[in-house]
Structure formats: C-alpha cells, structure tokens
C-alpha cells in the first residue's frame, strides 16, 4: 500500500509570490490535516480536511488556505508570501477523524528568499 | 488546551543499551491518543507507537514500548537494544477524541522534541 505523497518536495520562491503543495493521502484515508515545521516554532497544526470540508483550523493567517477533492487528495495554498513561511510543510493521512493514526508523508521544504 | 512536553532537548546511548524518552502531557479531554514519532535528517515523520487513554495495557511496537501512566499523565517512549539508525529527533504528541470540542481536538499537538544519538 502506497504511503503519503507529497509534491513538489522542494520549492524556492521570492516574498510576494504564491505557493500550491499537494498530499495525496493513503488510499482509503479519508481525513487530511497539514502541518507547518520551523526550528523556531516546532510542529504547528494549519488545518483538517475531511470529507472535502475543512473542519479544523490552526492559528495561522487567511494567507493559509486549502481544499480537499472527492478522491481527498489534498492542495494548500498560501499566498504572498513572507520570509518566515519557510518550512518544512507535512501532510498526514487517517483513515477516519478521532483517535486513528495519523500517517506523514515527506513533506515539502519551502525556502521564501 | 493540550500540552505535551518533552524536558530532555538530546539523549545519548550506547549501540544495544535501552533508553527511555520521557513526555508529560495535559489535557481536560476524557478520551484522547498518545503517539510517538520519530524524524530522521530527512524530515519524514514516522509513526512508531499509539497509547489510547482507555487501553489497559502499554502498547508495545517491537523494539519500541509506550510506558503510559495515567495518574501522572505521562507516556514515556521505551527504545531497547538502541540501532545505530535509531538516531534521529523524536516527538511526542497527543491527538483529542472529540468530545465536548466537537472535534476541534482532532488536531495532533506535538511536543519540541528530543534529538537522541546512539553511539556505537
């Protein structure tokens, strides 16, 4: 059974500009959350999607956003985008909402210069 | 709100010796999940173990055993006879059961970690 993907794996942009990542969760999952990592802030929640409806959000800017498709492949977004969006973004896959493991995938390091 | 802390920022073992990686949590949630992670250089986050708050046991992965204690809401991650390619960062997180939030638990909320290095 294939794991989480995510693409592109690594991305370089310019401050202002705008960014697309995708997950692809395990097949089968149905619940897609997103995850920011910096040295300084550690492992921050950004948002939950399942069933194509975003049912949690993390304390992050509207710049932040997202959408889940009906096979719940999964694309954030984040427009203009500031020095210290620069992260490794992780998307995890469960198979349903609660208590069930949640599975990363590689994550998408994002360098803003 | 949830907490989880991890007090040790680095461990260091011996190639085959056990180590133990402590993480506290906090919560008001009756029902919740406790999970490790480990994060190897490559920044891929691999899921190692899960405690749910109702299970009687202690999980137990192979090589990996989740020493949960309740009463002092504490869910140490057990490493026994350490592998070289055991070295990487590991989190400790906690992930709500819905409840009375509505769901607005369902979020994991990970400790900053600890960086272990097994030495041959």
């Known amino acids: 059974k294939a794991g989480v993907t995510q693409t592109p794996r690594y991305l370089i942009k310019t401050r202002g500009q705008q960014v697309t990542l995708s997950c692809s969760p395990i097949?089968?999952?149905?619940?897609v959350s997103w995850y920011q990592q910096t040295p300084g802030q550690g492992l921050q929640f950004l948002f939950e999607?399942?069933?194509?409806?975003?049912?949690n959000k993390g304390n992050f800017p509207g710049r932040f956003s997202g959408r889940q498709f009906s096979n719940s492949r999964s694309e954030m977004n984040v427009s203009t985008l500031e020095l210290g969006d620069s992260a490794l973004y992780l998307c995890?896959?469960?198979?349903?909402?609660?208590?069930?493991?949640?599975?990363f995938g590689p994550g998408t390091r994002l360098t803003v210069l | 709100a949830q907490k989880i802390t991890q007090t040790q920022p680095g461990m260091f073992v011996q190639e085959k010796e056990a180590v133990t990686l402590d993480c506290t949590y906090d919560?008001?949630?009756?029902?919740?999940?406790l999970f490790w992670y480990k994060q190897p250089s490559s920044g891929e986050m691999i899921f190692l173990i899960y405690?749910?708050?109702?299970?009687?046991q202690n999980a137990t992965e192979g090589r990996y055993s989740l020493n949960f204690q309740k009463a002092r809401k504490s869910a140490n991650l057990v490493i026994s006879a350490s592998q070289l390619g055991d070295s990487a960062m590991y989190f400790c997180?906690?992930?709500?059961?819905?409840?009375?939030?509505?769901?607005?638990?369902?979020?994991?909320?990970f400790g900053k970690g600890t960086l272990l290095t097994v030495n041959p």
């Open positions: 405690q749910g708050s109702y299970d009687q």
């Open positions: 995890a896959s469960s198979f349903n909402r609660g208590l069930n493991e949640q599975f």
């Open positions: 997180a906690m992930r709500g059961g819905g409840g009375q939030s509505g769901g607005s638990n369902y979020k994991l909320t």
């Open positions: 999607y399942f069933s194509e409806t975003q049912r």
């Open positions: 919560t008001s949630d009756p029902s919740y999940g």
């Open positions: 097949s089968g999952h149905r619940s």
